[in-house]
Every structure is written in structure tokens, then in C-alpha cells.
């Protein structure tokens, strides 16, 4: 059995940074997808970033390129999500996901992935 369990959200004033974490546990890996996705208030879960297996190919949504950065540890079975600069509008529940379809590339929608954490909020205020 999966679990992705996420980690380390909370509120901050723009400008600010926060590092998400999210522990995997129940499957190898080192050989799947690990993706980070938000969902904001009124909102459909959206793709953020995603990096494949060994970090070989990575994505990152527009609005978060520059600002947050996608990595994992595979010793540790976590991967975290670095945010800088953060705005207003990256308020949201922030969900990390594991994609063991074994493509070489990332792929960036939610049905896509097969298993999910619970979720944790980041909040970021003006």
C-alpha cells in the first residue's frame, strides 16, 4: 500500500518561502514519477511540477518558474518543493503525487497520477 504523507505548509507573507516535504512509502521509488499539484478555493487541481525517475526530466508550471523548485532525495524516499517569492495567488492545498506509469517524461494531469497525499495548506498573504 502507497502512502505519500506532506509536510511543512503553512502561512506566510509574500516574498516569503516555505519547503514542502512529502515521505513515500509502499513501492520502490526510485523508479516512478513524483509530482507536486494545488488546488485553490473554488478552483480545479492544477499542475505545479513533477520530475521523473533519477530527476531525468523535470516540469514546472509557468507560473512557478523561478520561483519554486522540484527535488527529491530517493535514499530518503521524499521529495521536496522549494518555494521562494511567494504570492497571494499561490494560496492553496498543495498535494504531491506519485505517477507509476514509468514514462521517461513528465506528465501533468491529476488523473494521470495514481496515488496522493493528503495535502497541505500553504497560505500566503499581501
Known amino acids: 500500500q502507497v502512502q505519500l504523507v506532506e509536510s511543512g505548509g503553512g502561512s506566510v507573507q509574500a516574498g516569503g518561502s516555505l519547503t514542502l516535504s512529502c515521505a513515500a512509502s509502499?513501492?520502490?521509488?526510485?523508479?516512478?514519477?513524483m509530482g507536486w499539484f494545488r488546488q485553490a478555493p473554488g478552483k480545479e487541481r492544477e499542475f505545479v511540477t513533477a520530475t521523473t525517475r533519477y530527476g531525468g526530466n523535470t516540469n514546472y508550471a509557468d507560473s512557478v518558474k523561478g520561483r519554486f523548485t522540484i527535488s527529491r532525495d530517493n535514499a530518503k524516499n521524499t521529495v521536496y518543493l522549494h518555494m521562494i517569492s511567494l504570492k497571494p495567488e499561490d494560496t492553496a492545498v498543495y498535494y504531491c503525487?506519485?505517477?507509476?506509469?514509468?514514462?521517461?517524461?513528465?506528465?501533468?494531469?491529476?488523473?494521470?497520477?495514481?496515488?496522493w497525499g493528503q495535502g497541505t495548506q500553504v497560505t500566503v498573504s499581501s
Open positions: 509502499g513501492r520502490t521509488f526510485t523508479q516512478y514519477t
Open positions: 503525487a506519485l505517477d507509476i506509469d514509468g514514462r521517461p517524461w513528465v506528465r501533468t494531469t491529476p488523473s494521470e497520477y495514481d496515488y
